[in-house]
């Protein structure tokens, strides 16, 4: 799909992290453990699209725990999204509600909670499991925003994009670009900067103007550019949440114009995030410990989006016949065969 693209501008280097090969085996080992995955047919996706490969592509520096609790955090964000994009529950908005609202129950506090029940969904067991990892090494502030972000993920994923789906509403490019870095999760991973990289900061950068600046910059990059590469994925499953195919909704252009204008946004917005970042470290030159691993994360981020998707077969456009079948790689436990049940119940005929 590469070569059938316009380039995307990307100043940063590319990197990978040694311990890949050891993550891609806990990470095995940790979606057997959970639930989350446990077909075969699952399983070969999975392991195709190689997320240990991910996830040391955008935290080079990493030790071998973090990045292995990093791959962990993206790889239920992965198969949560899979869940609400590619399966029916991502167009019936009330069917996951319930289970949302014990995801809110799990994360937030100081202490892990009670272990949930052995029948619980595999996205809840496996949320407290990644929950009851992470708060050790966070403060109060992170645990707040982390939590504000997670829930707001999961709303904006059941509550919109669902709706929209049900609804046949196409939204706006302001409306979509401001909701995509919630439904990308993207904030959610760049909060997780801060637990790899072990810096913490104060309450004080999260609300400077520049840091604002540069953080939704880069949020921004991912995010388009991951539309970019899973357009023709997303366009053969019917998806309209989409910044490609929402340019040529309405600006109506055609396919190869698109994706040059979003690409040419992309690179309009690394631009943004190197003139934030300049102005950030010159603005605080005695918080450089703490803000330059942060921005490098940031970096690393847009750099590692960027090679992975071009390299994994999950948005490969020459075997998108993977997608028509959903039933086929989506884990019926991953939100539990009774919250499908119970929208079918309610007459839910999304």
């Known amino acids: 799909m590469e070569s059938e693209l316009p380039d995307i501008y990307c100043p940063f280097p590319q990197r990978s992290n040694p311990h890949v090969e050891h993550t891609r085996e806990h990470l095995g080992a940790w979606t057997r453990r959970t639930g989350l995955i446990h077909r075969e047919s699952a399983r070969g996706r999975f392991e195709q699209a190689d997320f240990g490969a991910f996830v040391g592509m955008v935290h ?34 009330d069917r996951v509600r319930g289970v949302v609202e014990r995801m809110r129950s799990v994360v937030g506090s100081a202490a ?33 925003r982390f939590t504000w972000h997670l829930m707001t993920y999961l709303t904006t994923a059941t509550s919109w994009e669902a709706g929209n789906r049900a609804e046949g509403v196409v939204p706006s490019e302001a409306t979509y670009i401001a909701k ?8 959610v991973c760049m909060d997780l900067i801060e637990i790899v990289t072990g810096v913490e900061a104060p309450e004080s950068v999260h609300n400077d103007a520049r840091f604002i600046t540069a953080l939704e910059a880069s949020c921004n990059v991912v995010c388009w550019a991951n539309d970019v590469y899973s357009y023709e994925k997303e366009q053969v499953l019917g998806e309209i949440h989409n910044l490609v195919h929402l340019v040529r909704h309405h600006r109506g252009y ?16 690394t631009k ?12 605080y030159p005695e918080l450089a410990g703490l803000l330059v691993p942060y921005l490098d994360g940031m970096r690393s981020w847009m750099r590692g989006n960027l090679d992975w998707s071009r390299q994994t077969p999950r948005y490969n456009p020459a075997d998108v016949s993977q997608y028509m079948e959903p039933g086929a790689y989506l884990e019926e436990s991953v939100f539990g065969a009774a919250a499908d049940h119970a929208g079918l119940r309610a007459g839910d005929s999304g």
């Open 272 to 283: 943004r995030f190197l003139a934030a970042e300049a102005e950030l470290l010159d603005r």
């Open 180 to 187: 995509r870095r919630h439904t990308g999760a993207i904030h």
């Open 112 to 144: 892990p909670g009670p272990r949930p029940e052995a029948d619980a969904p595999a996205a809840l067991v496996a949320l407290a499991d990644l929950w009851e990892r992470t708060i050790p090494r966070a403060s109060p502030h992170w645990r707040t």
């Open 254 to 269: 055609g396919k190869r114009e698109a994706l040059e204008h979003v690409c040419a946004e992309i690179a309009g917005e």
């Open 60 to 93: 080079p520096t990493a030790s071998s725990e973090h990045l292995d609790l990093v791959a962990d955090w993206f790889v239920w964000l992965f198969l949560v999204d899979d869940q609400l994009d590619d399966g029916h529950l991502g167009r019936s908005p």
